[in-house]
């Protein structure tokens, strides 16, 4: 059957014309061209990077971003991209957040003209892939302690150090890489093939497994000034560019949600128990799908209002941060009750339950955990940081 929607409140009525035709345009996309192979995909721990030139074609990669070839979307337009993505496969959502809001984003930001016109149009057609190389095995919430260096040696820097979990990391051709430098933290290009730059894939997950996650290790990494992003000084030009990510991962977790409650309401409509009655005719099962399509709902509005911030330039980090984190822990709990109530079909591959609540266990720890975000705006409603 296919996919309508789930508006509950009109929020539809809350978008554009153009919003609505990017909304659709991204929909048939994951619906015609994810949805055929993500099991498979899900099942083969392979990420389908064969749909990077169809994603790039649709102006997807840096949807919100301006110039370079970028489709200058809104940021409305970009996060309903995310959430038609995720609605199928949150590893897919994955794939465009670090391409364009942690790769294409600081480059366009902090970067030099050359690195510019170097990167961005090979990013946006999907030409290149990029990484985002900030967490280390031992500084994952707490990156302020990160243990890799760049040393400058005449012209040139040195990198040294490992970055760990990191998406697209052994598929990129450029890794953004973030290190302690002689006064602060300093983002870097590095190219694939740079002597003392390997990778190595993390295998054994449970979670993502349609997404490639690596480690990334430096050994005496040569690299000319010119690899340095020159505006990017202090860990706050990091921080920037997992905002920009969290706002796309706020909308992609509402994508995940309605289809475990769009399943979910079908499923309970069609299974009989109990003198051949459809479980949606009991009460506990209702109450269900009621709790689940009020807080998809709540999201919603959320996730509007953080779009028309954004796109107003007043969306701060920490209303980012209530985005992300309710949006996600919203999802992840609609995943929870939509597999109750597929009973034991709910635990194949049959259906998408599983795989979204697995992705979901991912999309809650990566970008900043519930916990820290939690943090945020406890520091934001009492002015007193709680860290440490
Ligand atoms: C599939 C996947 C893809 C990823 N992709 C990337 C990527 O592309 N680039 C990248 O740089 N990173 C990436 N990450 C890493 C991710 O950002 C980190 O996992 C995340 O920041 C959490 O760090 P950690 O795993 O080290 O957990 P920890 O920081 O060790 O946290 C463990 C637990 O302790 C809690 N905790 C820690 N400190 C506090 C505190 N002060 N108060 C309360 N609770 C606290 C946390 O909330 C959490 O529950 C990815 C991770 C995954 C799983």
Redesign the pocket.
């Known amino acids: 059957m296919a996919f309508h929607g789930v508006d509950y409140f009109c929020v539809d009525s809350l978008f554009g014309e153009q919003e609505l035709m990017v909304r659709q345009t991204a929909r048939r996309f994951a619906e015609e061209r994810i949805a055929p192979v993500i099991r498979d995909c899900f099942r083969d721990a392979r990420f389908p990077s064969e749909l990077i030139p169809e994603m790039a074609e649709l102006g997807f990669l840096g949807a919100n971003l301006e110039g370079y070839g970028c489709a200058g979307m809104s940021n409305l337009e970009y996060g309903l991209i995310m959430q038609e993505l995720e609605r199928v496969d949150s590893g897919i959502r994955?794939f465009v957040s670090?391409q364009g809001a942690?790769v294409m984003y600081p480059i366009l930001t902090y970067g030099s003209e050359e690195q510019k016109q170097k990167w961005l149009p090979r990013l946006q057609s999907g030409q290149a892939i990029g990484?985002?190389?900030?967490?280390e095995p031992?500084?994952?919430?707490?990156?302020a302690g990160m243990r890799a260096t760049a040393r400058r040696d005449g012209a040139d820097w040195v990198l040294s150090g490992e970055?760990?979990?990191?998406?697209?990391?052994s598929a990129a051709d450029v890794a953004l890489v973030?290190a302690r430098g002689p006064e602060g933290i300093l983002g870097f290009l590095v190219e694939r093939g740079t002597a003392g730059y390997t990778t190595s894939d993390?295998h054994g997950?449970w979670?993502?497994r349609a997404?490639v996650?690596s480690s990334l290790s430096f050994a005496d990494c040569r690299v000319s000034d010119a690899a340095r992003l020159p505006e990017a000084r202090g860990l706050k030009a990091p921080l920037s560019c997992l905002s920009q990510a969290r706002y796309g991962i706020g909308w992609g977790a509402i994508g995940a949600a309605m289809d475990c409650y769009e399943t979910a309401r079908q499923y309970s409509i069609l299974r009989k128990q109990f003198d051949d009655r459809p479980i949606a005719s009991h009460q506990l099962v209702q109450e269900k799908l009621a709790w689940m399509i009020t807080e998809i709902t709540k999201a919603q509005l959320l996730a509007v209002q953080a779009g028309r911030l954004k796109d107003q330039r007043r969306l701060e980090p920490a209303h980012i941060s209530m985005l992300k984190r309710n949006n996600v822990a919203m999802a992840l709990e609609c995943a929870r009750l939509s597999r109750d109530l597929l009973g034991a079909n709910g635990i194949t591959d049959e259906y998408p339950i599983m795989r979204h609540l697995c992705n979901l266990e991912?999309v809650k720890?990566?970008?900043?955990?519930?916990?820290?975000h939690?943090?945020v705006i406890g520091e934001r409603v009492t002015g007193v940081a709680?860290?440490?």
């Open positions: 994955s670090v942690l990484c985002f190389g900030l967490t031992d500084f994952g919430s707490n990156p970055k760990t979990w990191i998406t697209n990391g973030w993390i997950k979670s993502m997404s996650t991912t720890t990566y970008e900043g955990t519930d916990h820290i939690a943090l709680a860290y440490k």
